[in-house]
């Protein structure tokens, strides 16, 4: 099996990748993995979930590689603003005035909705939940180590991380900071520059905030970026492995997280920086400020199993944006079903095809190719392996794609007594070709719901739509 290759968004290039610590004798390599978790001010969309299933993979992957992976991520429940550029109210109170509840009791609530997501998506849980609110002190810590430096300066409405100071200043974007000076139109305020960005900002002073902190500068709340520099470097150390989020992260979030470590530790904070690209509806972006946006709930209304959507993220590289259709989630559908069928129909696993195993490793191993690792999957299914062996493959597989194949059923169905009689009645006439009678006996189970299938084993009956 080829070695471990990812695309790190900070050098532009697929690298192998190894730990950067290596372990005490005997036991397996640890890798630090942490990924922004969601601003919990509204249900996600499966936009954000695709996302998520880019870093579940991900980790899913360094598992099949051998390595223990301790996942951290981040619940963002203060200080992301209505633009990622610190202007406008914050999300939370944003949607506390929305909803009629208070600041904390959405973050709950939606916390509580995406974890119930992730769990309907097979999604891994983090070794480590982290909630911004719960760690101000260690915020305030890293802002003042930023200070400290000499990379700051205050407003009349906050502190500022001064990015002029910083000679690599959005390296990883490839920003083109000259020209956005140039081409500056917005208004700035007190800011110096259009890529500065608040650390700590302050309360209106007219007005209570439901969410507000004492601090050094005054009260207020931290900027949105500081969160996963200050839980990053606690939970994992201030250069890890592999840091994740989606596309438009880059040019700002961790644009910033990057400067803010640097500043502080003089580190890049990850080794691997990795993003997953937008899902989008109509070739256009999905976005909740947009307001009109799909979620898992919309999909599951709809009839469809949650991890056909999930089928339908890996049928893309997560390198690529993904149109989303329904045409293309039935197709999804459809493959779940196939999988999960014969997988229960194999009967017991038995001994795993190793040189299948390869090949499939093969393609995880290649930044990620789940299109073609899919590609695998069928090319076992339809291969003429014994069955046990199809089947202790394809569960080996399913470590990394997470359909949870091992626990499927089919629905125990009953099957009204008269339909049973007119499936039976439609074998005899087939044995005796009467085909005419045996069409219109199907006709009449269709009409009653039900439909037909004839596999190896006779005719398979259910229920229309399961
Ligand atoms: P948020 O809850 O807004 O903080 O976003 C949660 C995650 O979803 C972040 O990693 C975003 O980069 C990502 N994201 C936002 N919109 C999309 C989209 N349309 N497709 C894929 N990922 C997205
Ligand atoms: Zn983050």
Request: with cysteine.
């Amino acid at each position: 099996m080829i070695k471990l290759r990812l695309f790190d968004t900070y050098s532009r290039t697929v690298r192998e990748f190894t730990p950067l610590e290596s372990p005490p004798p005997g036991q397996q390599p640890v890798v630090g993995l942490y990924t922004c978790g969601p601003t919990v001010y509204d249900y996600a969309h499966i936009g954000n979930l695709r996302t998520y299933i880019f870093s579940d993979t991900l980790r899913r992957v360094l598992g099949f590689n051998g390595f223990n992976v301790k996942h951290v991520m981040n619940i963002t429940d203060v200080g992301h603003l209505a633009s990622d550029a610190d202007e406008g109210e914050d999300k939370m109170e944003k949607g506390s005035r929305r909803t009629g509840k208070s600041a904390w009791e959405i973050a709950e609530f939606y916390t509580a909705a995406f974890r119930s997501d992730m769990k309907s998506l097979n999604i891994l849980e983090p070794t480590i939940w982290c909630k911004a609110t719960d760690h101000i002190t260690e915020q305030i810590d890293v802002v003042r180590c930023i200070e400290e430096k000499g990379y700051t300066y205050r407003t009349s409405d906050g502190i500022y991380f001064d990015t002029s100071r910083l000679p690599d200043y959005g390296h990883m974007a490839r920003l083109d900071i000259e020209g956005l000076q140039a081409g500056q139109r917005v208004d700035m305020g007190e800011k110096r520059s259009p890529t500065d960005f608040a650390l700590w900002k302050f309360s209106p002073r007219d007005q209570r905030r439901q969410m507000e902190w004492d601090s050094p500068w005054g009260v207020g709340f931290p900027g949105w970026h500081i969160e996963c520099s200050a839980m990053s470097a606690k939970y994992l150390g201030d250069l890890f492995d592999i840091h994740t989020g989606g596309e438009d992260h880059i040019n700002v979030h961790h644009t910033n997280e990057i400067a803010q470590t640097e500043a502080c530790y003089g580190t890049r904070l990850a080794n691997f920086w990795m993003h997953g690209y937008f899902l989008q509806l109509d070739d256009t972006k999905m976005a909740k400020s947009a307001g009109t946006f799909l979620r898992l709930q919309t999909l599951i209304d709809q009839g469809y199993d949650p991890l056909a959507y999930r089928l339908f993220c890996l049928s893309a590289l997560y390198r690529a944006k993904l149109n989303f259709n329904w045409e293309s989630l039935d197709g999804a559908a459809k493959s779940l079903e196939r999988l999960r069928q014969a997988t229960f129909d194999w009967g017991p696993a038995g001994q795993v095809d190793q040189a299948f195993l390869e090949k499939f490793g093969d393609q995880v191993n290649d930044d990620l190719n789940m299109p073609r690792a899919l590609a695998v999957a069928w090319e076992l299914v339809k291969s003429d392996l014994q069955p046990a062996v199809k089947k202790a493959t394809l569960l080996a597989f399913d470590q990394v794609l997470g359909l949870d194949l091992a626990n499927w059923a089919p629905k125990e169905e009953v099957i009204p007594d008269e339909i049973l009689a007119l499936v039976e009645q439609r074998q005899l006439a087939r044995k005796e070709k009467r085909w005419g009678d045996a069409d219109a006996l199907r006709a009449q189970v269709t009409q009653a719901g039900y439909e037909i299938e004839d596999t190896a084993q006779g005719p398979r009956v259910r229920k229309k739509g399961l």
